[in-house]
C-alpha cells in the first residue's frame, strides 16, 4: 500500500462523493417531505445509471491506456492528467459560484416533474445531478492513476482510497438525509477544494514531466536541483514522506525547469483566485408597473 496516493484517492473520492451524496439526498429529502416517497426507486435507478456510466468511462479510458505504446503512451496520459486538472479546476470554480442555489434548483426541478406528470422524470433529475460528478471524478480519477501507475502499488492504493472516500461520502449523505449535522459542509468543501488544487497542480507538473521525456517540449528541460539524496520520491528509495508529497503535490527530488515554473504559477493563480470573495448575484430587478391606458 502507497499511502500517499491512498490519499489522493482517498480526497478525491471523499470529495466528489460528497458532492453527489449530498445531491441525492437532498432529492429525496424533499420527496419525503412533500409526500412523493414512493418516487425512491426512481431517483435511485437514475443515480445508479449515472454511476454505472461513470465507471464504464473511467474504465474504457483506463484500458485504453494499457494498449498504447511509447511515446503515444506518454502522450496520452499527459494529456490525460492535463485534462484531469483542467476538468477538476472547473469543477471547483462551479461548485463555489453554485453551492448557495443548488438546493433551490433541485428543488424547483422536482415540482416541474411532479406538476407536469412525467415521474420518470425524476430519474432524470437524478441522473443528470449526478453524471457530472461522476464522470469528473471518473477522469480526475484516472489522471490520479496515470500519475501512480510508475510506483509500486500506487494504481492499487489511488483506487482503493477512492473506494473508502466514496463509502464516507454514502455515509456523509445519508446523515445529511437524516437530518444529522456532523460536519460543517462549508468548511468541509472550502478545505477538501484547497486539497484537490494541490493535488490538480502535482498532476499538471507530472503531465509536464511526460512531455519533457518524449521530447514534446523542448525548453526548460534542465534540472532546476537535485536533493534526491536528502527527501527522494521514488518507490525504491522507500522514503514515506517524499512518496507522499509526489503523490499529492507532485513533488519531484529533481524536477525541470518547466515543471517548477509551471506548478508554481499554476498553484499561485488558482488559489488567488479560489480564495475570493463570492460575489453574491444582484436581485432581479422588479418588472416595471404598467399603468392602464389613458382614454
Do not use: C, K
Not at 136 to 145: H, K, P, S
Amino acid at each position: 500500500m502507497n499511502f500517499g496516493f491512498f490519499t489522493t484517492g482517498l480526497l478525491t473520492g471523499l470529495r466528489e462523493g460528497v458532492e453527489a451524496a449530498l445531491i441525492v439526498s437532498m432529492i429525496l429529502a424533499y420527496l419525503a417531505r412533500t409526500g412523493n416517497a414512493r418516487h425512491f426507486g426512481r431517483i435511485w435507478l437514475g443515480a445508479i445509471t449515472a454511476m454505472a456510466l461513470s465507471l464504464a468511462v473511467g474504465l474504457g479510458l483506463f484500458l485504453t491506456i494499457g494498449e498504447l505504446t511509447s511515446p503515444a503512451e506518454q502522450i496520452f496520459e499527459a494529456s490525460t492528467m492535463l485534462l484531469a486538472s483542467a476538468v477538476v479546476t472547473w469543477m471547483l470554480f462551479w461548485m463555489r459560484r453554485t453551492a448557495a442555489n443548488i438546493r433551490g434548483e433541485l428543488h424547483a426541478g422536482i415540482d416541474r416533474v411532479l406538476t407536469d406528470g412525467r415521474v420518470w422524470g425524476l430519474s432524470v433529475l437524478a441522473f443528470t445531478a449526478v453524471v457530472r460528478e461522476g464522470i469528473e471524478t471518473a477522469l480526475f480519477l484516472l489522471g490520479q492513476v496515470t500519475a501512480a501507475s510508475q510506483a509500486d502499488a500506487g494504481a492499487a492504493s489511488t483506487m482503493a482510497g477512492a473506494l473508502v472516500g466514496l463509502g464516507t461520502a454514502g455515509l456523509i449523505g445519508y446523515g445529511f438525509y437524516r437530518g444529522a449535522r456532523v460536519i460543517n459542509l462549508r468548511t468541509f468543501f472550502t478545505w477538501t477544494g484547497i486539497a484537490l488544487v494541490f493535488i490538480a497542480a502535482g498532476l499538471v507538473a507530472n503531465a509536464l514531466h511526460e512531455l519533457i521525456e518524449v521530447n514534446i517540449i523542448g525548453f526548460g528541460t534542465g534540472m532546476a536541483f537535485d536533493i534526491s539524496a536528502v527527501l527522494p520520491h521514488s518507490a525504491e528509495s522507500g522514503n514515506v514522506l517524499g512518496q507522499l508529497l509526489h503523490a499529492v503535490l507532485g513533488y519531484s527530488s529533481s524536477p525541470e525547469w518547466t515543471v517548477v515554473i509551471a506548478w508554481v504559477a499554476y498553484l499561485a493563480s488558482v488559489l488567488l483566485l479560489y480564495a475570493r470573495p463570492v460575489r453574491p448575484e444582484p436581485p432581479a430587478a422588479p418588472a416595471p408597473e404598467q399603468r392602464p391606458a389613458s382614454t
